[in-house]
C-alpha cells in the first residue's frame, strides 16, 4: 500500500512538472501564419485606394528556441492625378481653336513582397502551452508592377513619370501568438519593414 502511495505521488510530481514546463513552442514545430497588415511603410500618402498588406509565413523549429521561415505578402495602391489640358486644334475633340479638357491620370502599383526570416522564442521562461511570445527579422525582396492610364484626349499628353519601389527590404518585428487548441490560434505582430502591425490567424503543426 505504501508503495502504491509513493507510486501515485511520483507519478503526481512528474505529471506536474511536465504540465508546469510545457511549452507552446518546440523544435520541429511548424508555424502558418495568414494576417493582415495595419499600417503600410512603402506605399506613400496621397493613394485614393489602398490594399492592406495581406500575407502568410511560415515558420519551422530548428531548436527549442529558434525558428526560420518565409513570408509571402501582397498590396497594391492607386493614385489618380487630375488636371486640365488644352488641345490645339486638329487634337483629341477640340474645335478649330482648340479646347481645354479636364482629365485623370491613374497610377496603379502592384507589391509582391517575399522574404527569409528567423526568431527566437521565450517559451522555455513562459510557463504556458498556448502562449508563444518572440523576436524575429526578415529580409528580401518588395517586387512592383506598375500600370499608367489616362481619359485625357489630347495627343500630345504626357504621363508623369512611374517611380519604382522596386528593391531591397527589411524588417525587425516582435510577434505574440495566442492558441484556443491545439492547433489553433491568433497572432500580432509589431514591428516596422512591411506593416507596422500584422494580425491574423494561426496554425500549428
Do not use: W
Amino acid at each position: 500500500m505504501k508503495k502504491s502511495i509513493q507510486a501515485v505521488i511520483i507519478l503526481l510530481v512528474v505529471g506536474f512538472i511536465s504540465n508546469s514546463y510545457a511549452q507552446s513552442f518546440a523544435k520541429q514545430q511548424i508555424d502558418i501564419n495568414f494576417g493582415v497588415g495595419i499600417g503600410n511603410t512603402f506605399i506613400k500618402s496621397g493613394a485614393s485606394k489602398v490594399l492592406p498588406v495581406i500575407s502568410t509565413s511560415f515558420d519551422y523549429g530548428i531548436t527549442d528556441a529558434i525558428s526560420i521561415g518565409a513570408y509571402l505578402g501582397y498590396s497594391n495602391a492607386t493614385y489618380n492625378f487630375n488636371g486640365r489640358n488644352f488641345c490645339p486644334s486638329g487634337n483629341g475633340n477640340g474645335n478649330a481653336f482648340g479646347n481645354y479638357f479636364d482629365y485623370t491620370d491613374t497610377y496603379t502599383y502592384k507589391f509582391s513582397i517575399v522574404g527569409l526570416r528567423g526568431a527566437y522564442h521565450f517559451a522555455k521562461f513562459i510557463n504556458s502551452d498556448k502562449t508563444d511570445v518572440y523576436l524575429g527579422a526578415m529580409a528580401g525582396a518588395n517586387l512592383v508592377q506598375s500600370t499608367y492610364s489616362t481619359n485625357d484626349p489630347c495627343a500630345e499628353h504626357i504621363a508623369l513619370p512611374i517611380q519604382k519601389y522596386n528593391g531591397f527590404i527589411y524588417s525587425g518585428y516582435a510577434g505574440v501568438r495566442y492558441r484556443f487548441t491545439e492547433n489553433i490560434g491568433i497572432f500580432a505582430e509589431l514591428g516596422y519593414g512591411i506593416s507596422y502591425a500584422t494580425l491574423g490567424i494561426n496554425f500549428k503543426f
